[in-house]
């Protein structure tokens, strides 16, 4: 029986395509056979909302729940809901100082931050990650990721990859580019890889992606 492992993706302020990165990473750690539950904790309620405009006939393959309130509330309807479950994603709010997201970051082994390659965003990267390390400190078996999320194939973009790599937290090798295919399958209400030959190069990516975070999840 493999031991289930929890990753929380959270951010610090909203538009880092967090749970566009959830969606993907469940979509592709299913692929490969892992039974993954997704835990909505962001009020906004954008995973619920994604799943919500799946077709019947072809749902995301990971189940999918809200959940809030208090740590060990969490903690109960996580354990409530992930029999049989091999990954949980936990999909915070965009804000790492909200209780939910304290919650996720005192449950999980891996947090990934996404980071959109502009300015304000490593601004705030660069908080988030001084939060992150923090709790790492306090939870040594944390671990903390940096993602990056909706990169351009421009200049200013590549200039800021550049900065990310001297942050102090790993940055994946496994970049999610501003591909139309991602927000496709958040219309079709399931993952990159619903949509067939015509998101072959996003599928790539978030294979690549999955493949590296599960490098990251140590034993």
């Known amino acids: 029986m493999k031991k289930l492992r929890i990753i929380a993706l959270s951010s610090q302020k ?10 993907q990473l469940a979509a592709g750690l299913a692929e490969r056979g892992e039974d993954v539950l ?16 799946a077709a019947p006939e072809s749902p995301l393959p990971a189940r999918i729940i809200g959940a809030g309130g208090t740590r060990d509330q969490i903690l109960r309807q996580m354990a409530a809901a992930s029999r049989g479950a091999t990954v949980v994603l936990l999909d915070c709010p965009p804000s790492l100082d909200h209780t939910h997201t304290l919650a996720a ?20 990267a660069r908080s ?3 939060f992150v390390l923090k709790r ?9 990721v940096l993602l990056p999320n909706r990169v351009q194939r421009t200049a200013l973009a590549n200039e800021m990859l550049d900065q990310l790599r001297e942050f102090s937290l790993p940055v994946l090798d496994s970049p999610l580019t501003q ?4 927000p496709l399958s958040a219309a079709a209400g399931n993952s990159v890889f619903a949509l067939g030959n015509s998101a072959n190069t996003a599928q790539e990516e978030v294979r690549r992606m999955v493949s590296a975070v599960i490098g990251h999840l140590g034993n």
């Open 105 to 124: 970051l005192d449950m999980a082994r891996l947090v990934i931050i996404p980071v959109v390659p502009g300015p304000t965003d490593l601004w705030s």
């Open 128 to 130: 988030g990650e001084q």
């Open 179 to 182: 591909l139309n295919a991602y």
């Open 136 to 144: 790492m400190e306090e939870r040594p078996r944390l671990r903390g």
């Open 38 to 53: 997704i835990i909505d904790l962001d009020p906004q309620q954008s995973a619920l909302h994604w799943t919500a405009a």
């Open 14 to 23: 909203g538009g880092s395509g967090k749970t566009t990165v959830a969606m």
